[in-house]
């Protein structure tokens, strides 16, 4: 029987080899504006009571959130997104959100391999967010979270499918909810495929949830 650290490792490395069948996000311009937070590289976009970080998947930048990012922004949300997967930046990408961006509360957002620091972050400091999404995870520990709720989104046919189910089924008493959705897209490609706006309207409305 495997562990869940060997499941984790499992999923990261499914991750990377799916990378390239994931979508294009090649960059184009950015309407954010690139910001140091504690030491942390962030693009944010707009201002208001509720804010979004966003950590993208392994083998894309923050830029890649632009289009979102902009959604999100147009709709009242200000945005943070990192450059560094690590859970000190998904941190410091809340604190300056809630502290120069207006925001009083604020849902963590993780793509991919991106999910993984911000589980890790919600799960370490359970005052830091009021919601996760994962789109959809690459690893993490989704029973850490306690009582944050948290949205797990995956295509039902990608290579992870099975593995993001089992990390479902090991979180029984997680505040879980889970959109599967038609398609083999993993990661940020979802958000280029067919259910693309079905995607983000979700993503949007857990961020502005009451």
């Known amino acids: 029987m495997r562990t869940w650290a060997a499941v984790a490792t499992v999923l990261v490395a499914l991750a990377a080899a ?40 392994g083998s894309f930048d923050a830029a890649s959130w632009e289009d979102e990012a902009v959604l999100l922004a147009d709709r009242g949300v200000a945005v943070a997104a990192v450059e560094d997967l690590s859970a000190d930046a998904v941190v410091d990408a809340a604190a300056y959100l809630r502290e120069q961006q207006g925001a009083t509360d ?47 989104i995956y295509g039902e046919d990608e290579a992870l499918a099975g593995d993001i189910e089992a990390l479902v089924a090991a979180a029984p008493d997680a505040d879980l909810e889970v959109l599967a959705i038609p398609g083999d897209r993993h990661g940020q490609g979802i958000l280029d495929g067919d259910q693309a706006d079905e995607v983000r309207d979700a993503v949007v409305d857990w961020a502005r949830r009451p």
């Open 106 to 152: 604020v849902t963590l957002v993780g793509s991919s391999a991106g999910a993984v620091p911000v589980l890790e972050s919600a799960a370490a400091e359970p005052d830091l967010a009021g919601g996760v999404v994962v789109v959809p995870p690459a690893g993490g520990d989704l029973a850490g979270l306690g009582r944050v709720p948290v949205l797990v």
């Open 18 to 57: 799916t990378s390239g069948c994931s979508g294009d996000r090649d960059s184009g311009p950015v309407t954010g504006r690139t910001i140091e937070a504690d030491g942390s590289t962030v693009i944010v976009w707009g201002r208001g009571e509720r804010g979004v970080v966003l950590a993208h998947g």
